[in-house]
């Protein structure tokens, strides 16, 4: 079964794993190019995939119910609020999204110069935690 890694191990995928857990986090968001880069085909609805936490062990497995692939500029509030990351607004979740999607872990895996705006593609999935 595909893998499920929610940012970096460390912090951030721990708090990302426990929304997951909870049921908090019902949706998740990736850039298109990062599927290109890595060769890696979109995820479809009806896949299923083991998330794994910090220390690289499965915690769930979780059934794809709905991929969109859209330009960020398009991405709505009842997405943005699905992620479980206590964001209220778009502006607010994308904020964060653009301070990860920039970090220099993110940067290290992508084409030299690249930076997220209104035209970038992003994946958004919904999902449902099967187990």
């Given at each position: ?11 951030l995928r721990d708090q990302l ?69 206590g964001d209220e607004s778009v ?41």
């Amino acid at each position: 079964m595909p893998r499920m890694e929610l940012g970096f191990p460390g912090p951030l995928r721990d708090q990302l794993v426990a929304a997951v857990l909870s049921g908090a986090k019902t949706t998740t968001t990736g850039l298109r190019i990062g599927y290109d880069v890595d060769g890696e085909p979109l995820p479809v609805a009806g896949e299923r995939r083991v998330v794994v936490d910090s220390a690289d062990s499965p915690v769930a497995v979780i059934e794809i119910v709905g991929v969109r692939v859209l330009r960020l500029a398009d991405v709505d509030l009842r997405h943005a609020v699905d992620e479980g990351e206590g964001d209220e607004s778009v502006a607010q979740w994308r904020a964060g999204h653009e301070r990860f999607w920039h970090s220099p872990e993110v940067l290290a895996e992508l084409p030299g110069g690249f930076r997220v705006d209104d035209d970038t593609m992003v994946v958004a999935l919904r999902f449902d935690r099967v187990w």
